[in-house]
C-alpha cells in the first residue's frame, strides 16, 4: 500500500468514478450549501416578484416566466441551472476535486450576492432603507 500525499489525493482521487456510481458524491457539503442557496434566491425572486415589487430583468429566466407562469417557470429555470452546474462540478471532481471544490463555492458566493441584492431591493421597495 503506498502513500498519497494530499495533493495527489485531491487531484485524481482513486475509484471516484466508482464512488460517483454508488451514489457517494464528492463535495456533498459544498453542493448542499450550492443547493441551499440557490432555494433561498428562487424564494426571494419569487417574493419580488409576486409583491409586484420589481420586473425580472434576466431575459432567459423572463422566457420561462412568460411561458409557465411564476412558480413553474422560475422552478424550471433555477432548477436547469442548479442541475446543470452540479453536473458539471461532478464531472471535474473526477479528475480534480480542489478545482470542482472551487467552481461550487465560487457559485455560491455570486447567488449568494444576487440573494443580497434582492434584499436590498426588498427592503428600498418596502421603504425600510
Known amino acids: 500500500m503506498t502513500n498519497q500525499s494530499e495533493e495527489d489525493r485531491t487531484k485524481s482521487p482513486p475509484g471516484n468514478l466508482k ?4 451514489g457517494q458524491l464528492p ?16 424564494f426571494m ?5 409576486q409583491a409586484d415589487l420589481v420586473r425580472e430583468s434576466n431575459p432567459i429566466a423572463n422566457y420561462f416566466l412568460a411561458h409557465w407562469g411564476p412558480i413553474k ?10 442541475v446543470v452546474v452540479c453536473l458539471i462540478v461532478q464531472v471535474i471532481a473526477l479528475k480534480d476535486l480542489k478545482k470542482a471544490a472551487w467552481v461550487l463555492n465560487f ?3 455570486v447567488v449568494s450576492g444576487v440573494v443580497i441584492y434582492s434584499l436590498i431591493l426588498f427592503l428600498r421597495a418596502s421603504g425600510i432603507a
Not at 464512488?19 to 454508488?22: A, P, S
Open 27 to 42: 463535495l456533498e457539503a459544498e453542493t448542499s450549501m450550492f443547493i441551499l442557496v440557490n432555494m433561498i434566491d428562487f
Open 45 to 49: 425572486t419569487y417574493w419580488l416578484l
Open 107 to 109: 457559485g455560491t458566493v
Open 73 to 82: 417557470g422560475m422552478l424550471y429555470f433555477k432548477l436547469g441551472l442548479v
Open 19 to 22: 464512488r460517483l456510481l454508488l
